[in-house]
């Protein structure tokens, strides 16, 4: 991890991208799960913070398996899309407010928090749980949450990207999508899947602002054009032909052949329309493979196919590699409840509850081998379950591109600044997918913005 020497600039800074999370305060009781009833004299109540998505939200159906294993401890879940998960815990972590005991973190945060002191270090408690089975964590995604060699946040969850296709539709087009695709192949397979006349696009892709959201899709194409977000220097390179024709490339292929009013759609929107037959192709998250099955309609289910990340001209592989964690925030007046809870939320039991519970497609995949060795889940999975774990050992987060870097990260840069230049970035992209500015304005107006934030913070002299 890279961090500048204006540490105290970069905090400030954080705090005042994420200000927006005390307008969402107001409303973090309507958005957690009601605690029915008076606690009882003597009981625990830790408040966890969870991103919305659908295997939180399974987690979340299963709370009353944790209560009973331990009837003094009462959880209370607050559930917010990750917009606006991630400005409201940052501040609550950042400031010390208190208002959550467990917070549920990415990737990016957690080395970053881990050293401001926001977070409690996980190590002593993973070593003494011995039916934790820390050692059966996967080595790559347990290295993205933790900090200096100790762990920080339990991986709920481990992910890389991969491509989702629909193998009748390929067929019916003529189309031939290998195992290892490149984007030259998949923009042909676009537009000759591509069917307006049937309400199918050719592809779906991530449109909407933000730096997990469009960003984390376009940045893995950068690094397979040669592009990158900094020069060894700090200095932006958003203006790069490298990037630049990434860039174009994503757009094009957005507007040519993309879903309709593709800058509104994040993960969210294209699962659904994968799930609903409406597009051809998605390049997203390994994790929503299961999620696409649940809810695809029959033709889709028995057509669905999967292939490693695409390729571009750098001729290096770039699936992202990610984890959403959950770790214990400095201010828990209650860490030790919350570790039990994270401990149950993330331990080969759970999985197997949720298997039995939910369906194995619904269990929170890529965090430890043992889940790969599981019958159920193998023969539940099969399509998709191998790739997931060739493409989350695939990834290189501390190389990431062709170039040598500053940073670490495939689909984003572990520095605090990077949350506000991502954020700026983004919303000019999307300006330039919905049409209303050009690609190359777009990338000036962000490398401006860029080299002011990394010059601000010290990264650059």
């Not at 957690?32 to 919305?52: E, K, Q």
Request: proline share 5%; aromatic share 10%; glycine share 8%.
């Amino acid at each position: 991890m890279q961090i500048g020497p204006q540490r105290t600039k970069a905090v400030a800074r954080v705090l005042a991208v994420t200000a927006a999370g005390a307008l969402i305060a107001g409303s973090f009781t309507a958005c957690s799960t009601d605690n029915s009833g008076a606690a009882a004299a003597g009981d625990v109540t830790i408040n966890v913070a969870l991103a919305a998505n659908p295997q939180m939200k399974t987690a979340e159906s299963l709370i009353s398996d944790f209560e009973q294993k331990n009837p003094g401890i009462k959880v209370k879940f607050t559930t917010l899309p990750e917009n606006d998960l991630r400005p409201a815990v940052t501040k609550d972590v950042a400031t010390k407010a208190g208002q959550f005991d467990v917070a549920m973190m990415g990737s990016y945060e957690v080395p970053i928090w881990a050293k401001n002191n926001w977070i409690l270090p996980l190590e002593d408690y993973a070593n003494k749980d011995t039916a934790w089975k820390k050692d059966d964590l996967l080595q790559p995604i347990k290295d993205i949450v933790s900090a200096d060699g100790k762990l920080y946040a339990a991986p709920f969850y481990g992910s890389s990207s991969f491509l989702f296709y629909r193998k009748d539709l390929a067929q019916k087009a003529g189309v031939t999508i290998s195992q290892t695709p490149t984007w030259e192949e998949i923009a042909a397979a676009a537009a000759k899947m591509d069917d307006k006349a049937k309400g199918t696009s050719g592809i779906c892709l991530r449109g909407l602002p933000g730096w997990g959201q469009n960003l984390a899709s376009l940045t893995t194409v950068i690094n397979t054009f040669g592009g990158r977000w900094f020069d060894e220097n700090w200095n932006p390179q958003l203006t790069s032909p490298e990037t630049t024709n990434a860039v174009k490339f994503y757009v094009d292929l957005l507007r040519a052949h993309g879903q309709a009013d593709a800058a509104k759609d994040g993960w969210e929107g294209c699962l659904q329309k994968m799930s609903q037959g409406t597009t051809a192709m998605w390049y997203d998250d390994t994790v929503f493979a299961g999620s696409v099955l649940n809810s695809a309609t029959p033709e889709v289910k028995a057509n669905l196919g999967f292939a490693m990340a695409p390729t571009g001209p750098a001729n290096i592989k770039s699936g992202w590699l990610w984890s959403w964690g959950l770790g214990i925030t400095a201010s828990s007046k209650n860490p030790d409840a919350a570790w039990k809870f994270i401990s149950w939320v993330t331990s080969p039991d759970y999985i197997k509850l949720a298997g039995q519970k939910a369906g194995w497609d619904s269990i929170p995949p890529g965090s430890r081998t043992s889940t790969y060795d599981l019958p159920e889940y193998k023969q539940a999975t099969a399509a998709y379950a191998g790739l997931t774990l060739d493409s989350i050992n695939a990834a290189n987060p501390k190389q990431p591109t062709k170039d040598t870097v500053p940073y670490t990260g495939v689909q984003y840069v572990q520095i605090p600044e990077f949350v506000d230049i991502g954020d700026f970035v983004s919303q000019q992209i999307a300006g330039a997918i919905s049409g209303t500015q050009s690609v190359e304005e777009a990338l000036q107006k962000g490398q401006d913005y860029a080299t002011n934030a990394v010059k601000s913070a010290g990264y650059l002299k």
